[in-house]
């Protein structure tokens, strides 16, 4: 069994060095959100026009938008009033963000698990990423909870290569596989999308617990997310003493604070992680 976690490992490195891997490609609806995000001559109305051909797409960006953690004075009642409240860039990200959930199905029982969860956990790391950039950093939430949704992203062609080739791997060896080369790959897709160069290091960075950067940044911010959710558990990173990881200091965080024990904070990262679902 040993030889087919080589071969996987083998074959997706290969593919990625003589760019030949198949990537994902974003979802139709993402393209068109940042195009015009991009185009400087666009208004509210033609991004409204654009994501309100995705009826389901809608609705969640309404619903963020009616949420504690941007509800106003009154209600929003419509796609158009959401998309001014929240401005053309967090709409965007948010929606560019969202859109991506459709990539993450697969016909086989086993790796359509594999993705709901994959993707799940993103969402979650995404909206304590959003909190922590509103609290603790300049950096924006939008771009924030961006960086959280894509830092798996790599997972996607792995399970798809797995599935695509009707391999039979234990979920223990698929792990290793998957914590082994995904974050490259990730990268990978993240330049062939062309997303802004501070969130393409995200996958490759999120998890080295002891990188050294001048100021903070979106994979400081995955990173304390992540540390943040499996607080308590049993996962290995459970093992390390949090005070050697500078991510703490570069967020001005405490580590052996649980900011799960901060009320305000603790409802702020439940409301931010349940908005994405």
């Given at each position: 069994?040993?030889?087919?976690?080589?071969?996987?490992?083998?074959?997706?490195?290969?593919?990625?060095?003589?760019?030949?891997?198949?990537?994902?490609?974003?979802?139709?609806?993402?393209?068109?959100?940042?195009?015009?995000?991009?185009?400087?001559?666009?208004?509210?109305?033609?991004?409204?026009?654009?994501?309100?051909?995705?009826?389901?797409?809608?609705?969640?960006?309404?619903?963020?938008?009616?949420?504690?953690?941007?509800?106003?004075?009154?209600?929003?009642?419509?796609?158009?009033?959401?998309?001014?409240?929240?401005?053309?860039?967090?709409?965007?990200?948010?929606?560019?963000?969202?859109?991506?959930?459709?990539?993450?199905?697969?016909?086989?029982?086993?790796?359509?698990?594999?993705?709901?969860?994959?993707?799940?956990?993103?969402?979650?790391?995404?909206?304590?990423?959003?909190?922590?950039?509103?609290?603790?950093?300049?950096?924006?939430?939008?771009?924030?909870?961006?960086?959280?949704?894509?830092?798996?992203?790599?997972?996607?062609?792995?399970?798809?290569?797995?599935?695509?080739?009707?391999?039979?791997?234990?979920?223990?060896?698929?792990?290793?596989?998957?914590?082994?080369?995904?974050?490259r790959i990730g990268a990978t897709i993240l330049q062939k999308w062309?997303?802004?160069?501070?969130?393409?290091?995200?996958?490759?960075?999120?998890?080295?617990?002891?990188?050294?950067?001048?100021?903070?940044?979106?994979?400081?911010?995955?990173?304390?997310?992540?540390?943040?959710?499996?607080?308590?558990?049993?996962?290995?990173?459970?093992?390390?003493?949090?005070?050697?990881?500078?991510?703490?200091?570069?967020?001005?965080?405490?580590?052996?604070?649980?900011?799960?024990?901060?009320?305000?904070?603790?409802?702020?990262?439940?409301?931010?992680?349940?908005?994405?679902?």
């Amino acid at each position: 069994m040993s030889n087919i976690v080589e071969t996987i490992k083998t074959d997706l490195t290969d593919a990625i060095e003589n760019d030949k891997l198949v990537l994902p490609t974003l979802p139709e609806v993402a393209l068109q959100v940042r195009e015009i995000t991009e185009n400087e001559d666009s208004a509210i109305l033609d991004l409204v026009k654009v994501i309100s051909n995705d009826t389901a797409l809608s609705a969640r960006i309404i619903r963020v938008c009616n949420s504690p953690l941007f509800r106003g004075s009154r209600a929003i009642e419509n796609l158009n009033m959401a998309v001014s409240r929240l401005g053309m860039a967090y709409t965007s990200n948010l929606a560019m963000g969202l859109a991506m959930e459709q990539m993450f199905q697969a016909t086989s029982d086993m790796i359509d698990k594999r993705l709901r969860a994959t993707w799940q956990k993103s969402t979650e790391v995404a909206g304590v990423c959003h909190v922590l950039a509103q609290h603790y950093t300049t950096l924006k939430p939008d771009q924030a909870t961006l960086a959280g949704l894509v830092h798996l992203i790599g997972v996607l062609p792995i399970l798809r290569y797995v599935e695509d080739q009707d391999i039979q791997i234990s979920s223990i060896m698929l792990d290793n596989v998957i914590d082994e080369i995904h974050p490259r790959i990730g990268a990978t897709i993240l330049q062939k999308w062309d997303f802004p160069k501070e969130l393409q290091n995200v996958p490759l960075e999120y998890a080295n617990l002891h990188r050294e950067v001048p100021a903070a940044d979106y994979a400081d911010l995955v990173l304390i997310a992540n540390l943040q959710l499996i607080a308590g558990t049993d996962h290995p990173w459970t093992e390390v003493d949090w005070k050697t990881i500078s991510a703490f200091d570069r967020l001005g965080l405490d580590p052996e604070v649980d900011m799960n024990e901060e009320e305000d904070l603790n409802a702020q990262m439940e409301a931010a992680m349940a908005l994405l679902q």
